[in-house]
């Protein structure tokens, strides 16, 4: 994927009483509630945000929500997303859903957002949080390939801007609902991820990528929980079944004949169930469970198979992903 992108305060505060009144279109108006003004709170659009890292994909998201019907707004500035919200509620249904893209191009509104945020949170407006993250190495290609700076360089190297980019939009990434690695994605793919994440009529509650990996090719960085699986034996060293993978029978076998294996499945699944629980309270809509052995070959493809099989027993709507599989 070689795309680069560059990138007054909410509405007033209700009347200290309940007043009743019709607005010029003659829809009732309630000061001192929550709902938008003049509308009904179930008229309240949904909202996503998207957010994240210069060149890792913002644009593709943005147009991939616009294709699936949302209205999307590019750069807006945060201190005015409240007010669209308040115009969507107005529109009589006829824009349900508002896509924003926030980034640091508006450098100076940026500080506004956890304000907006705030102010949404205020007025029981369902907002998510859509942040697109790359590694440094990925970002600094694609901004070489077209040849452009990085908004926040300066006079300095690309990678400075990065750096001053990330510390920026640090508690912003996480307060996400979702963090999508863009790193090793073209752009197809991260169009169907999001199709994944919105194309659906109804969403489920929750939704799990479980991914195996490798931790001699690092950590994934979009990984919400992490698991080892390097305290069980490495089938590379049974000769018979190192040149097979996890989701072969005879390596599942191998990797569920040890012990502690399926004691640790059993009361892993039990913990995830308490932690779904608490992200379901919080809205949290989406987690990746990263599970990780020496090469992501063996040990943690067998275990993400069945802690998804698991997941998926549970009602939660489960992706498998085998990051480092075929890399050996």
């Not at 994909?57 to 997303?81: H, Q, Y």
């Not at 919105?198 to 979009?222: H, I, N, Q, W």
Request: glycine share 10%; proline share 6%; net charge negative.
């Amino acid at each position: 994927m070689n795309e680069n992108e560059q990138g007054d305060k909410g509405t007033p505060e209700p009347a200290p009483e309940e007043q009743t009144g019709r607005d010029d279109d003659g829809a009732q108006v309630n000061a001192g509630t929550n709902e938008a003004p003049g509308v009904p709170e179930a008229a309240i659009p949904e909202l996503v945000i998207i957010s994240g890292m210069s060149g890792a994909g913002r644009s593709t998201a943005a147009k991939c929500l616009e294709d699936l019907g949302w209205f999307v707004v590019d750069n807006l500035p945060p201190a005015l997303i409240p007010t669209m919200v308040e115009l969507g509620a107005r529109s009589q249904g006829n824009v349900a859903r508002i896509a924003v893209v926030v980034d640091v191009r508006g450098r100076r509104f940026f500080d506004d957002l956890h304000q907006s945020l705030a102010d949404l949170e205020s007025r029981n407006v369902t907002r998510r949080i859509v942040f697109l993250e790359s590694s440094d190495e990925a970002l600094v290609r694609r901004f070489e390939s077209v040849r452009r700076p990085h908004p926040l360089q300066g006079d300095g190297r690309i990678v400075d801007g990065i750096a001053a980019e990330r510390s920026l939009l640090r508690e912003l990434r996480g307060d996400a609902d979702l963090v999508i690695d863009t790193s090793s994605l073209n752009v197809h793919e991260l169009r169907a991820k999001m199709d994944a994440q919105f194309a659906g009529e109804e969403e489920p509650e929750l939704r799990a990528t479980v991914m195996s990996f490798g931790f001699k090719y690092g950590l994934p960085v979009d990984a919400d929980l992490v698991v080892d699986m390097r305290f069980l034996p490495n089938p590379h060293w049974v000769p018979e079944l190192r040149p097979f993978t996890g989701v072969n029978p005879e390596v599942a076998n191998y990797v569920f004949g040890q012990p502690g294996a399926k004691e640790f499945l059993d009361r892993y699944t039990e913990l995830l169930q308490l932690i779904a629980a608490g992200y379901r309270r919080e809205g949290k809509r989406y987690v990746t469970i990263a599970v990780g052995c020496t090469g992501g070959k063996h040990r943690s493809v067998a275990m993400s198979e069945k802690l998804a099989a698991r997941l998926a027993a549970e009602g939660v709507e489960t992706v498998v992903v085998h990051r480092d599989m075929g890399r050996e």
